[in-house]
């Protein structure tokens, strides 16, 4: 069995890291002990959390977990307090390149020999290992992926535009957009009005007319590119799916409107993979709608990367080391990967994990899919309405522009392209 | 009593101020009506609408069900220590003010009106500005993680308020008073419990009402400078909106944001009508 191998490897870890003094001192006769900090509190992202935690105390550790409700703002406040207290946790949930800008301000734990051990840089998306080793160190850990840009296509829309054929590319998207216009549908795509809502939407479309153009412009703000054909053709197609929006949805939640989605009111609806989750939660049956990859004009899966992560801060104190390295084997433990992803409806960190067996959806499977393909074509990249791909500060100017792209149709693509690349000249 | 009058011009009025009201209700009509519904139900029909079937469970639920991550409480006791915070910065600061806008209105001394606005500068200053200094000053003292530490955050912050609004009610009461008493041999202390607390009644509910509903309804200090199991209760409201993969807990939502809105709305009622009665109290004389 693969998990034995890997159980054995991460043995061959511990032992390794049992080798550097301060560790060996941490695993002597210590209770392993953890504190944490998350904003994972509620419905299933709570229920894995909690989960992990309880895998936590049936290796002997102590788990103690200081949820922060909100926002990432929240918890970052609290993280801020902490270590000026001069008490930050063992660990906490951090994502993105706030990785890095974190890692600035207080010390934090080399993890290079657990993850050496675990072989977890193999089976990790190249662009997603990057943003936890800031130092060239590893110093976080991804936990779960999610992409952010999945096609959900109702299944009665789909029967109104008489249509079967799952769109590859954005010309196929605009087809059936255009036929289920034609159809009856009223708004060929779904919305809602949060923030990441038009940034996903213009996130897909650029990346979905090319990965590279996207990782340059976007994820490097490489000047050239951001002025670039690609980013006007973005425009042009984030004002196309504006426009068949429903342009009444003020700033809601986009689960307000899955009913209309799922009645054909709404054709398609551009989403993360958690949508599956909140599809069935609100019992919805997997047959009223499709899930695929977003369009991708050459044809291959394009996979916009949105991963959860735990940082780990330097303690002192021999008990929170020992849990700082049992968390750190359970993050990377394929079967822990396995048992939060099928919590939350993500997908495992891990490309090594079966997904095959029951317990996983064929949302997840096909997302899963996407991002081997993805990984192997190099067009897994970082999403940006997500926070992956800059700093909260560049993100909201980035998004600031687009959200007032999809709202005042009077912007051209020219205009959105030049106010764009002002954005981000005056937050850098 | 007046009777009724039917002039157009009245009934105008109170059609126009009926439908402010109703205008202004229409959110708390529908968070009452969610209160009562599914959230399957809300997420298969719409955000507004007439419950299908009264779940009552969600209150149930809201009360000492849902759970926080790894604790399963519901809101109880998360109100507790929104209580334990809130009344004594209430009291605390509210006296404080008092006394301090006592002090400034009706006592001469030496960089007085400088004391006043250095005090009610703090105001103007965003919360999110005094959030680093406060991190600071707690870890220093050692209250970090505490309720203590919160009450004393919220008492200090309370004083701007509480004195601004104490200072400009006792300007309007008359030096000569204070005076007689001086000159009756009474002190700093006497004055202001045998004369001027006496008067305060009003502004002091004036005050305690803002005071009790601003520390009741805080959160960004409570999420930040409490932990785990002491968070006020905004704490474990917002706990309940922020799930990536489910449907958004309307339904539970709504049961504990009313449930968590009722102190500050028994002070508003209770304290309401005392402070109309104080306000007239020397109106017919």
């Known amino acids: 069995m693969p998990m034995t191998i890997t159980r054995r490897r991460l043995l061959a870890g511990s032992a390794t890291a049992l080798a550097l003094p301060a560790l060996v001192r941490a695993q002597s006769g210590v209770k392993p002990r953890l504190t944490v900090i998350s904003q994972w509190s509620a419905g299933s992202d709570g229920a894995a959390i909690t989960a992990l935690g309880k895998k936590f105390e049936e290796k002997g550790g102590i788990w103690q977990h200081s949820p922060v409700p909100g926002f990432t703002t929240e918890m970052m406040n609290k993280l801020r307090a902490q270590i000026m207290a001069g008490d930050p946790p063992a660990c906490s949930q951090l994502k993105g390149p706030e990785i890095a800008a974190w890692s600035k301000i207080a010390p934090t734990v080399d993890l290079d020999n657990l993850v050496a051990a675990a072989g977890y840089e193999k089976v990790v998306a190249p662009d997603l290992a990057r943003l936890h080793k800031p130092g060239g160190n590893w110093i976080s850990l991804p936990l779960q992926i999610y992409s952010t840009n999945m096609l959900f296509l109702s299944k009665r829309a789909m029967d109104k535009a008489k249509a079967d054929k799952i769109p590859v590319t954005w010309a196929d998207f605009n087809d059936l957009a255009d036929k289920m216009k034609a159809g009856g549908v009223a708004y060929p795509v779904a919305n809602g009005g949060t923030r990441p809502d038009d940034g996903q939407k213009f996130e897909a479309a650029l990346a979905g007319i090319s990965p590279a153009a996207y990782r340059a412009a976007i994820v490097n703000l490489d000047e050239k590119a951001l002025k670039g054909a690609e980013v006007k053709a973005a425009f042009v197609q984030v004002r196309k799916i504006a426009d068949w929006m429903d342009p009444n949805v003020g700033a809601q939640h986009f689960s307000t409107n899955l009913k209309r989605f799922i009645e054909a009111d709404m054709g398609m609806m551009i989403q993360g993979g958690w949508a599956q989750g909140v599809l069935r939660n609100a019992g919805f049956k997997f047959e009223d709608f499709i899930i695929a990859p977003g369009p991708s004009d050459n044809g291959k899966p394009v996979f916009l990367l949105n991963a959860d992560a735990f940082i780990f801060w330097k303690r002192n104190e021999p008990d929170l080391q020992a849990g700082q390295t049992l968390m750190a084997q359970l993050v990377m433990d394929p079967a822990i990967q396995t048992m939060y992803s099928q919590i939350t409806g993500s997908i495992p960190v891990r490309s090594d994990v079966d997904l095959s067996g029951a317990g996983w959806s064929d949302g997840q499977r096909r997302t899963a899919a996407a991002l081997k393909d993805a990984v192997a074509s190099d067009q897994a990249v970082l999403s940006l309405a997500h926070n992956m791909a800059q700093e909260n500060g560049m993100t909201a100017a980035m998004i600031d522009v687009i959200t007032e792209y999809v709202k005042n149709k009077a912007m051209t693509p020219e205009q959105g392209v030049a106010r764009l690349s002002d954005a981000v000249e005056g937050a850098r | ?285």
Request: proline share 5%.
């Open chain 2, 1 to 285: 009593m007046r009777k009724l009058s039917f002039e157009p011009s009245r009934v105008l009025i109170y059609l126009v101020v009926s439908l402010l009201a109703a205008a202004y209700l229409a959110p708390l009509v529908v968070v009452v009506l969610n209160s009562f519904r599914s959230n399957q139900e809300i997420a298969q029909a719409s955000m507004i609408g007439w419950p299908k079937q009264w779940a009552w469970s969600n209150y149930a639920a809201a009360w000492s069900g849902f759970c926080v991550a790894e604790t399963c409480t519901g809101i109880r006791p998360y109100m507790l220590n929104s209580a334990l915070v809130t009344i004594p910065a209430t009291i605390i600061s509210t006296m404080l003010g008092a006394v301090a806008g006592y002090a400034v209105s009706l006592w001469r001394f030496r960089g007085d009106s400088w004391i006043y606005g250095i005090v009610t500068l703090g105001l103007f200053l965003p919360q999110q500005m005094r959030l680093l200094p406060w991190t600071v000053v707690l870890r220093d003292i050692g209250l970090i993680n505490t309720l203590t530490g919160l009450v004393l955050v919220h008492t200090i912050q309370g004083l701007s308020f509480t004195t601004l609004f104490c200072r400009n009610y006792y300007a309007a009461v008359p030096h000569e008073l204070i005076r007689a008493a001086r000159i009756d041999g009474a002190g700093f202390f006497r004055i202001f419990w045998r004369i001027i607390l006496p008067l305060s009644s009003p502004i002091l509910i004036v005050t305690v009402i803002w005071q009790f509903t601003h520390i009741w309804n805080e959160f960004l200090y409570g999420v930040t400078f409490t932990t785990g199991q002491q968070q006020p209760v905004t704490a474990a409201l917002i706990a309940l909106s922020a799930a990536i993969a489910d449907i958004p807990q309307h339904g539970v939502q709504s049961a504990a944001v009313l449930i968590a809105a009722l102190p500050t709305l028994l002070v508003y009622f209770f304290g309401g009508r005392y402070f109309v009665r104080g306000l007239t109290a020397g109106a017919v004389k």
